[in-house]
Every structure is written in structure tokens, then in C-alpha cells.
């Protein structure tokens, strides 16, 4: 089965700074990678995903990169404020989801 | 956007006990729902995936005569925690895709934090 590793497993940042976290996967069938958000308490939130045939996804201060050769995956929060700090999970999906381990980002005002 | 929405988000019940958690896919149908279980600070665990109209299919470890699950429509599943116990006190989110988009992306609901007494 597939197998996502995320790294790393804690992030702190200045305010204002950039957020990279990575991911990487096994399976070569996956063709879905989805990124979410979960807040304490509350569960995963969607906030970017990429499929297979494209290589690089922006959404305002969130992109998301994919190199399907290397099988890993990136998200990147530029400008980061506070209300960024939360759990984040990848994803990698074919039929089945798979997730990441969680990165928990703080942003530090 | 799709909504999931999970009731109810907090429940305390004495051991021995069960308690049902509902999903409902709000604004969707879908096939297929997920039902997950998640310890502090740790990733999501995968307990069973619910199929409308026939039975879930239980990943390896867990009760499936514990964690009882109902998908009897296309907009909503139940997971009843049968004889609760406090080891079973845990945060259960369920999940679910639009069965008309294909491999789309699974929506989450915001979870039920169960404590068994």
C-alpha cells in the first residue's frame, strides 16, 4: 500500500515568514494530493489540492508544488499570520486516502 | 462547498453505555464514508469505510461488533460505540467524497469528542 511520510512533525515561524512543509509517497498510482488544515478541536479543513497532470498550484498566500518523478509534494504558506497556526495534513490519494503524519506550524506574532 | 456535518460534537456517557455519532453529507451524496479515529497530537486512523447499503468493511484491529456502522442512505452514516469503555474515550471524525465527482476530495466533519466515565 502506499506509504506518505511528513516532514517535519513540529514548524514555528515568525510572523510574516514562509511555512514549507513536505511531503513524500510511495505508490507511483497516486494522483490526488490533497492539503488540510485542522484546528484544535475542529476536524481537517481542505485548503489546496493538485492532481497528477500539473505540477505547481497557488491560492492566494497557499501553493502547493508536486514532482511526480521524485514523489514528494509541497506545501508552502508565504506571509503567514497567526490564524495559520494549526495541524496540517498531506494526503495521497489513488483509491484509497492515505495522511501524513500532521506538522503542527506556529506562527509567533 | 460540501458540508459534513457530524452530531453531536461532544458526548460524555458512563462505561458500559453506547453511543451513536451521526454523518451527514449536507449538500452531496456519497457512496462511500470514512470513519476515523484520532488521538492527541496524532494523525488520523482509519477505523472503517461505510458503504450505502451493504456493510462496512473494518480495518484490521478494529471491533467491527464495538464500532457498529450504519450507511443506510446516501447522505448519512452512524457509528455506534457499543459497551463504551473509557479507553474508548477518543476524537471520531467522519469523512465523506461527492460520489458524482469521482476522486475528489474527502470532506471532513468536525469531529465527536466521546469521554467514557
Known amino acids: 500500500g502506499e506509504n506518505v511520510e511528513q516532514h517535519p512533525s513540529t514548524l514555528s515561524v515568525q510572523e510574516g515568514d514562509s511555512a514549507v512543509i513536505k511531503c513524500t509517497y510511495s505508490d507511483s498510482a497516486s494522483n490526488y494530493f490533497p492539503w488540510y488544515k485542522q484546528e484544535l478541536g475542529k476536524g481537517p479543513q481542505l485548503i489546496i489540492d493538485?492532481?497528477?497532470?500539473?505540477g505547481e498550484k497557488k491560492d492566494q498566500r497557499i501553493a502547493v508544488t508536486l514532482n511526480k518523478t521524485a514523489k514528494h509534494f509541497s506545501l508552502h504558506i508565504t506571509e503567514t499570520q497567526p490564524e495559520d497556526s494549526a495541524v496540517y495534513f498531506c494526503?495521497?490519494?489513488?483509491?484509497?486516502?492515505?495522511f501524513g503524519t500532521g506538522t503542527s506550524l506556529t506562527v509567533i506574532p | 462547498g460540501a458540508v459534513v456535518s457530524q452530531h453531536p460534537s461532544r458526548v460524555i456517557c458512563k462505561s458500559g453505555t453506547s453511543v451513536k455519532i451521526e454523518c451527514r453529507s449536507l449538500d452531496f451524496q456519497a457512496t462511500t464514508m470514512f470513519w476515523y479515529r484520532q488521538f492527541p497530537k496524532q494523525s488520523l486512523m482509519l477505523m472503517a469505510t461505510s458503504n450505502e447499503g451493504s456493510k462496512a468493511t473494518y480495518e484490521q484491529g478494529v471491533e467491527k461488533d464495538k464500532f457498529l456502522i450504519n450507511h443506510a442512505s446516501l447522505t448519512l452514516s452512524t457509528l455506534t460505540v457499543t459497551s463504551a469503555h473509557p479507553e474508548d474515550s477518543s476524537f471520531y471524525i467522519c469523512?465523506?467524497?461527492?460520489?458524482?465527482?469521482?476522486?475528489?476530495?474527502?470532506?471532513f466533519g468536525n469531529g465527536t469528542r466521546l469521554t467514557v466515565t
Open positions: 493538485i492532481r497528477s497532470n500539473v
Open positions: 494526503a495521497a490519494t489513488g483509491n484509497q486516502f492515505y
Open positions: 469523512s465523506a467524497s461527492d460520489r458524482l465527482r469521482g476522486n475528489s476530495p474527502l470532506h
